[in-house]
Each structure stands twice: as structure tokens, then as C-alpha cells.
């Protein structure tokens, strides 16, 4: 889908894989401290489909543009993946489309209100009215970040 200029995230539907294999795999944790010496490694394979989404009929991947959620971890250009079958409840980080454009934000439920909430203090919470034109369109599971 091409993105447009007001969009906030460009959206990637993932095809479906011909290969039920994925990359090289090594069980054995690798060390953020001291090198330990290698024992044997044991080689699998790991798809990250298996490990990241859960219901391939409702996920779709989004890249993030901007930084109103860096404090919780989304970063400009992060990829997210989000499912759409998961209930949109308080707390839960969501893809929403409102009065035209789409937005990363955390969804704080609360006295019959709904709010968007940034997690970067130079934003502010959006609240959500009955004129505005709303659909939150998945809940982000997890982030995929370039090092």
C-alpha cells in the first residue's frame, strides 16, 4: 500500500510462506557478559513466524514514523507486528486510525472514556470523542528493531 503523506505508519501484509524452515537457530544463550567457552551447539531452525505471530490470518507488520512512543520502546522506522483478533483493552499498545490518519499509542481506558497515550512527554493524550472519526485496527505485540 502506498503511503500517503499525513500516514504515520506504511503497513506490510506478510504473504504466506511456500517454506516451513527458517533461519539457523542456536539454542545454547549467547553471552552479553563474560565469553563462556562453546560447548556443543545444537543447530535448529527458527521461524520467526512461529515465535512472533499467533494468528496469521489477523497480523500485519507497520513501520513506526515519528516519536511519540519512545519511551516505550517504539522507535522511528521500528517494525511492528500487530494482530487484529486481540481485544483492545487498557494498557495495551494499539494501531488506531483517527480523523484520518493512522497512530502508534497506548490505550488508557477509564469512566467510560477512551485516550491515546503517547509515551514521550513532548506529546499530548489524545482523548477520543464521539466526533471523532476512530478504528483502532490491531494491538502491537512485538517490536522488530535494526541494531
Not at 123 to 141: C, H, L, M, Q
Amino acid at each position: 500500500m502506498p503511503k500517503k503523506a499525513n500516514q504515520a505508519l506504511t503497513f506490510l501484509i506478510p504473504e504466506p510462506s511456500k517454506s516451513k524452515r527458517g533461519a539457523i537457530y542456536f539454542d545454547t544463550g549467547i553471552s552479553a557478559g563474560f565469553p563462556s567457552p562453546a560447548d556443543d551447539f545444537k543447530q535448529e531452525r527458527l521461524s520467526l513466524d512461529a515465535e512472533l505471530i499467533k494468528n496469521k490470518d489477523a497480523t500485519f507488520f507497520a513501520r513506526v514514523s515519528g516519536q511519540s512512543m519512545i519511551d516505550a520502546g517504539l522507535n522511528d522506522n521500528d517494525l511492528l507486528v500487530i494482530d487484529r483478533s486481540l481485544s483492545p483493552t487498557h494498557n495495551r499498545i494499539a494501531v488506531c486510525f483517527l480523523d484520518g490518519e493512522f497512530t502508534v499509542k497506548r490505550l488508557k481506558v477509564q469512566n467510560d472514556e477512551v485516550w491515546l497515550q503517547p509515551e514521550n512527554k513532548n506529546y499530548k493524550p489524545i482523548r477520543i470523542t464521539a466526533e471523532n472519526d476512530f478504528v483502532i485496527w490491531g494491538i502491537v505485540t512485538n517490536v522488530i528493531k535494526k541494531v
